[in-house]
């Protein structure tokens, strides 16, 4: 089985910063694309930033300039770095990984979610 697991998340003000982590474990081979989606109440769920696992990055035009994506690969861990928080980037923040397990199973697993509020 596999398992992802954000962390980081909280309260901050606009202006503030805050940085996200998601581990993956268990039967992991080899990990594709890892991805931070974010759910605001009332809206659908949206791709804040992706990473291939040759490091290339991809950010919604939102959070470009403020935002950065990042793994660990030997961790299995990817990370956001969140700058210059603003009131609209309140929502909850989720992993998403293309997981090759051992047993050749290759699937889209995805964490529970981490809430990120930014109060004016």
């Known amino acids: 089985q596999v398992q992802l697991v954000e962390s980081g998340g909280g309260l901050v003000q606009a202006g503030g910063s805050l940085t996200l982590s998601c581990a993956a474990s268990?039967?992991?081979?080899?990990?594709?694309?890892m991805d931070w989606y974010r759910q605001a109440p009332g809206k659908q769920r949206e791709l804040v930033a992706d990473i291939t696992s040759a490091g290339h990055t991809n950010y919604a035009d939102s959070v470009k300039g403020r935002f950065t994506i990042s793994r660990d690969t030997t961790k299995n861990t990817v990370y956001l770095q969140m700058n210059n928080l603003k009131p609209e980037d309140t929502a909850v923040y989720y992993c998403?990984?293309?997981?090759?397990?051992?047993?050749?199973?290759?699937?889209?697993?995805w964490g529970p979610g981490t809430q990120v509020t930014v109060s004016s």
């Open positions: 998403n990984a293309d997981i090759l397990q051992f047993n050749m199973r290759y699937a889209s697993y």
């Open positions: 268990g039967n992991i081979f080899s990990i594709n694309d």
